[in-house]
């Protein structure tokens, strides 16, 4: 069984910065892609980035350019770092970690951005 675990969420004013990390424990034997998601209240959950395990990454138009997203494989831990944080970037954020064609969600974290 794998377990996803986020942390680093928080209040925070706009414009400010955040940084969010997620780990992937249990039965692992080879984590590929790992990625975050988010949704907003009354949202669909929708993608903000992707990082394969080479290290390609995919990001929504939305935080391009604000958003970094990085891996640790030896650690099976994602990081997003946010910047420039907008309103519209409160959000429960979650993570993904897929293995073997299976997808792992952790519970989320809650990141709010108050103007």
């Known amino acids: 069984q794998v377990h996803v675990v986020e942390s680093g969420g928080g209040l925070v004013q706009a414009g400010g910065s955040l940084r969010l990390s997620c780990t992937a424990s249990?039965?692992?034997?080879?984590?590929?892609?790992m990625g975050w998601y988010r949704q907003a209240p009354g949202k669909q959950r929708e993608l903000v980035a992707t990082?394969?395990?080479?290290?390609?990454?995919n990001y929504a138009d939305s935080v391009k350019g604000r958003f970094t997203i990085s891996r640790d494989n030896a650690k099976n831990t994602v990081y997003l770092q946010m910047i420039s944080l907008k309103p519209e970037d409160t959000a429960v954020y979650y993570c993904?970690?897929?293995?073997?064609?299976?997808?792992?969600w952790g519970k989320g974290t809650l990141v709010t951005v108050s103007s």
């Open positions: 249990g039965i692992i034997i080879s984590i590929n892609a």
């Open positions: 990082i394969t395990r080479g290290s390609s990454t």
């Open positions: 993904k970690a897929e293995s073997w064609g299976l997808n792992y």
